[in-house]
């Protein structure tokens, strides 16, 4: 039997990260989490390719060894708290680059039914979630995710806010989001999915995705079951519905679309109206701005959630003067406008 090929730097440390989130993880860890995944795309897609490896093996949350391990490693002094970590590490990494070989060995190989579970994020709130079937989910700001049990159909609702999937392939279970009356139907693909009051959007980063919208039931045969329009989007193109009629299909830019996920928001000359409305959705903190400057073209990158420094960019550009409190922030026109 040939060595198995060794993992790469950074595939290593997504196995030690891994290993750590499979037991409970401090604040401060998870901060610490989320700074290496933010800091480099390849990163992110490590960590991803490390939980798919995990998902398929369906290898229990509990495994002995890991709890084991985990177990000596809170019971240790911190010098050879790390030792053991390496060595759950290794069992994860010995695991990811077999995996082949232990799901046969084993008898894991086999489609895992969706659980009944819900998902939240409170404002300001990103959360993500790996299914067990091996993809990936990140939960945006004030978000509702439900998983059902749905037979052959890994089946999701997204009841509100906005979530970025990474589609594990399987051909024979198709992966289906439904929101807002519509769904979205997937094999194996990355793409974005935005349910506001009055608005629906998905985006699509790469693969391709259906859309399907049941039509108006027809006033002549009531009885009738509605027939359903679908659409079927490419890479880079974002579909838009403001009501059961209305839609669109377009070009985006689908960089743009998802850099909430990294914590951050960029405009590209975008009314101000539309900026403060997509800030106002990351915190509890109101921001009224001045009818006048709804339209006056914004370009930057923000934090999203950090009200105080949105603001005072705006201050400082002479953009906006400012009135703020703990709860409420005005925007007016500044006194060099008038």
């Given at each position: 039997?040939?060595?198995?090929?060794?993992?790469?730097?950074?595939?290593?440390?997504?196995?030690?990260?891994?290993?750590?989130?499979?037991?409970?993880?401090?604040?401060?860890?998870?901060?610490?989490?989320?700074?290496?995944?933010?800091?480099?795309?390849?990163?992110?897609?490590?960590?991803?390719?490390?939980?798919?490896?995990?998902?398929?093996?369906?290898?229990?949350?509990?495994?002995?060894?890991?709890?084991?391990?985990?177990?000596?490693?809170?019971?240790?002094?911190?010098?050879?708290?790390?030792?053991?970590?390496?060595?759950?590490?290794?069992?994860?990494?010995?695991?990811?680059?077999?995996?082949?070989?232990?799901?046969?060995?084993?008898?894991?190989?086999?489609?895992?039914?969706?659980?009944?579970?819900?998902?939240?994020?409170?404002?300001?709130?990103?959360?993500?979630?790996?299914?067990?079937?091996?993809?990936?989910?990140?939960?945006?700001?004030?978000?509702?995710?439900?998983?059902?049990?749905?037979?052959?159909?890994?089946?999701?609702?997204?009841?509100?806010?906005?979530?970025?999937?990474?589609?594990?392939?399987?051909?024979?279970?198709?992966?289906?989001?439904?929101?807002?009356?519509?769904?979205?139907?997937?094999?194996?693909?990355?793409?974005?999915?935005?349910?506001?009051?009055?608005?629906?959007?998905?985006?699509?980063?790469?693969?391709?995705?259906?859309?399907?919208?049941?039509?108006?039931?027809?006033?002549?045969?009531?009885?009738?079951?509605?027939?359903?329009?679908?659409?079927?989007?490419?890479?880079?193109?974002?579909?838009?519905?403001?009501?059961?009629?209305?839609?669109?299909?377009?070009?985006?830019?689908?960089?743009?679309?998802?850099?909430?996920?990294?914590?951050?928001?960029?405009?590209?000359?975008?009314?101000?109206?539309?900026?403060?409305?997509?800030?106002?959705?990351?915190?509890?903190?109101?921001?009224?701005?001045?009818?006048?400057?709804?339209?006056?073209?914004?370009?930057?990158?923000?934090?999203?959630?950090?009200?105080?420094?949105?603001?005072?960019?705006?201050?400082?550009?002479?953009?906006?003067?400012?009135?703020?409190d703990r709860e409420v922030v005005r925007l007016t026109t500044?006194?060099?406008?008038?």
């Amino acid at each position: 039997m040939s060595a198995a090929p060794e993992l790469s730097p950074v595939k290593q440390e997504a196995v030690a990260w891994f290993t750590r989130t499979r037991g409970a993880m401090t604040e401060a860890q998870t901060r610490e989490l989320d700074s290496w995944l933010a800091a480099d795309e390849a990163h992110a897609e490590a960590f991803e390719a490390v939980a798919r490896a995990w998902a398929r093996m369906e290898l229990p949350r509990e495994a002995p060894e890991l709890l084991e391990l985990r177990a000596r490693a809170l019971n240790t002094a911190p010098a050879r708290r790390v030792v053991i970590w390496r060595m759950a590490a290794g069992i994860a990494a010995a695991a990811v680059l077999g995996a082949g070989t232990f799901a046969v060995q084993s008898g894991l190989v086999g489609y895992r039914e969706f659980p009944n579970q819900t998902f939240r994020t409170e404002v300001g709130q990103r959360s993500t979630v790996t299914l067990p079937d091996g993809s990936v989910v990140t939960l945006n700001t004030d978000t509702v995710l439900r998983t059902r049990a749905d037979g052959e159909r890994r089946l999701l609702y997204l009841d509100k806010g906005q979530a970025y999937f990474k589609v594990a392939h399987d051909r024979t279970h198709p992966f289906v989001v439904s929101a807002a009356g519509r769904t979205v139907t997937a094999l194996g693909t990355a793409f974005d999915v935005r349910v506001e009051q009055g608005r629906f959007a998905v985006t699509l980063v790469e693969g391709k995705v259906k859309v399907e919208t049941p039509s108006p039931r027809p006033a002549a045969s009531p009885e009738k079951a509605p027939p359903v329009q679908d659409v079927e989007l490419v890479a880079g193109n974002q579909f838009t519905a403001l009501d059961d009629t209305r839609w669109s299909v377009s070009r985006a830019d689908t960089a743009r679309e998802t850099t909430w996920l990294t914590g951050w928001l960029t405009f590209q000359n975008q009314p101000l109206g539309e900026v403060v409305a997509e800030f106002s959705r990351y915190s509890d903190r109101k921001i009224i701005l001045a009818p006048e400057l709804a339209d006056r073209p914004i370009t930057g990158r923000f934090k999203a959630g950090d009200v105080d420094a949105f603001v005072r960019a705006l201050a400082e550009y002479d953009v906006a003067r400012l009135e703020s409190d703990r709860e409420v922030v005005r925007l007016t026109t500044p006194a060099t406008q008038m």
